[in-house]
Nanobody, 126 residues
Framework: QVQLVESGGGLVQAGGSLRLSCAAS????????MGWFRQAPGKEREFVAA????????SYADSVKGRFTISRDNIKNTAYLQMNSLRPEDTAVYYC???????????????????WGQGTQVTVSS
């Protein structure tokens, strides 16, 4: 069982930066791939970024490549999403997710993740 708590969301101007954190409970954090997804009003939840349990593999949505960086600290049981050069279209509720993977992969499908946080709001003003 893994419980996830996101933090770090807020209001920022376009071009600004935010760092989201996802704190996980449980001793098996290092066994799970971690992902970030987002959902804007009236839209479906979409993939943002993912990182393998080892940290050696990452995946990004095309819309955030070069601007967002996912990382993890397996000692602190925390995953991060550094978001730079934010745009108004990045406005959404951001969710972190954890999924067990036998291989060190960074899944992009939400069906690979069995645990989800409650979400944190990110609002980017123009």
């Amino acid at each position: 069982q893994v419980q996830l708590v996101e933090s770090g969301g807020g209001l920022v101007q376009a071009g600004g930066s935010l760092r989201l954190s996802c704190a996980a409970s449980g001793r098996t954090f290092r066994s799970y791939a971690m992902g970030w997804f987002r959902q804007a009003p009236g839209k479906e939840r979409e993939f943002v970024a993912a990182i393998s349990w080892s940290g050696g593999s990452t995946s990004y949505a095309d819309s955030v490549k070069g601007r967002f960086t996912i990382s993890r600290d397996n000692i602190k049981n925390t995953a991060y999403l550094q978001m730079n050069s934010l745009r108004p279209e990045d406005t959404a509720v951001y969710y972190c997710a954890a999924g067990y993977t036998a291989l060190a992969v960074a899944p992009i499908s939400p069906f690979n993740y069995g645990y989800w946080g409650q979400g944190t709001q990110v609002t980017v003003s123009s």
